[in-house]
């Protein structure tokens, strides 16, 4: 039997976990459709049914007023005086939410800047306000924002993380993973947090059960290696959380890094070494349902790589289409189709889940089925043509 053989009977027909050597071998001497097959197989190992989920929400960025200078980000502004600077006011978030509610949002995601004139009080007092007056799911922050809190605050990540779900948390995304490798950040984000420091807050909100997601961007100019140790400290956490009782991610999301002149790396004169086509992408999407045998749902992207792309994600080992997102000021800043087009319908979703050959379910982000359409449910133009940007 050649290696090749008997790693896809490994993984297919013994269902067992590969090594990070076995990955090695995986990524260099498989195509990318050998990997979808092998990927599809896995992901009807977790999820044996046609279902393909998505998500009703808003993403909304509370300020973007950021002290982190991530060579990859055009969305922040460093001075809190810049005229294009800014932090929501509540009678804008509350339009925002409202608009969202209004069109079926289940949850709101809410992330920002790492604003150094923000007090602590002023995060509690946020979630606080807008779970108790509009009752509805409330995902927000990443990693990189708790440990913002933990400065301004005095306090531990475990400490922030619980005040938090005390006044009405409900989840903890994944954002500000980029690549989990050291190497790799001090080379782009050098201000942001280390990747086991990602790693330690994202623990404290899974012994909290609190809804996470594992996330990685790739296109950074990354190497392999790079890509699988991010992988490891994903799957080794994932580990522990489920040893311990807890339902650790509930989720994986990958995408790909977005560069244009707005930001540095992309004024960089290595820019050419940076991004990541479809193709790379798909292949990392099978490779990483592949590797993370441990978390059961794997979300096929499209505000980066387009809605076509994520229907062929469908078939490379993904049970999830993302969501409507309603509004999308990050990446969409940086170059990625977004800037033109930042949200998506619920019926363009389920439309992409049909094109690609399977059913579409509503979730809310514990992935509890809210809803299964019906393809013979009249069409309703429940979206507007655009909604009001931040600030």
Not at 124 to 141: C, Q
Not at 193 to 221: H, P
Not at 260 to 265: A, D, G, K, V
């Amino acid at each position: 039997m050649s290696k090749k053989s008997y790693l896809a009977d490994k993984i297919v027909t013994g269902g067992e976990r590969i090594s990070p050597d076995e990955a090695r071998e995986l990524w260099t001497k498989f195509e990318f459709t050998e990997l979808a097959t092998i990927a599809q197989a896995v992901r009807f190992r977790h999820n044996p049914s046609n279902d393909v989920t998505y998500l009703i929400d808003r993403n909304i960025n509370y300020t973007n007023v950021c002290n982190s200078d991530c060579s990859f980000c055009a969305f922040y502004r460093h001075n809190p005086r810049d005229p294009e600077s800014y932090v929501l006011s509540r009678e804008t978030m509350q339009q925002k939410i409202e608009e969202a509610k209004a069109l079926g949002a289940t949850r709101i995601l809410l992330q920002g800047g790492h604003n150094d004139e923000l007090p602590y009080s002023f995060y509690l007092e946020m979630i606080e306000w807008i779970a108790t007056t509009f009752k509805i799911n409330l995902n927000a922050f990443s990693p990189s924002e708790i440990h913002q809190m933990t400065l301004v605050s005095g306090k531990t990540a475990g400490e922030v993380l619980k005040d938090l779900k005390a006044v009405g948390l409900h989840g903890l995304p994944g954002g500000g993973a980029e690549i989990l490798d050291d190497e790799v950040r001090k080379r782009v984000s050098p201000k942001k947090i280390s990747a086991g420091r990602w790693i330690e807050v994202m623990e404290e909100a899974q012994k909290l059960d609190l809804v996470t997601t594992a996330t990685m961007v790739i296109g950074f100019g990354e190497t392999l290696e790079h890509r699988i140790n991010h992988l490891a400290r994903l799957r080794d956490l994932q580990d522990r959380s489920l040893a311990g009782g807890h339902p650790g991610f509930n989720l994986y999301i990958s995408w790909t890094h977005q560069f244009n002149e707005n930001t540095s790396l992309g004024r960089s004169r290595h820019v050419a070494k940076y991004g990541a086509g479809a193709v790379e992408y798909l292949k990392n999407v099978a490779f990483s349902r592949i590797f993370l045998d441990n978390i059961q749902h794997h979300q096929s992207s499209w505000p980066t790589c387009g809605a076509h792309v994520a229907e062929i994600g469908l078939h490379s080992g993904c049970d999830d289409i993302g969501s409507t997102m309603m509004e999308e000021n990050v990446v969409s800043q940086a170059g990625a189709p977004t800037a033109s087009k930042w949200f998506m319908s619920p019926e363009e979703l389920e439309m992409h889940i049909r094109q690609a050959g399977f059913t579409p379910v509503q979730r809310d982000s514990a992935f509890k089925v809210v809803r299964r359409p019906n393809s013979d449910e009249p069409k309703k133009e429940t979206f507007p043509h655009r909604l009001e940007a931040n600030g």
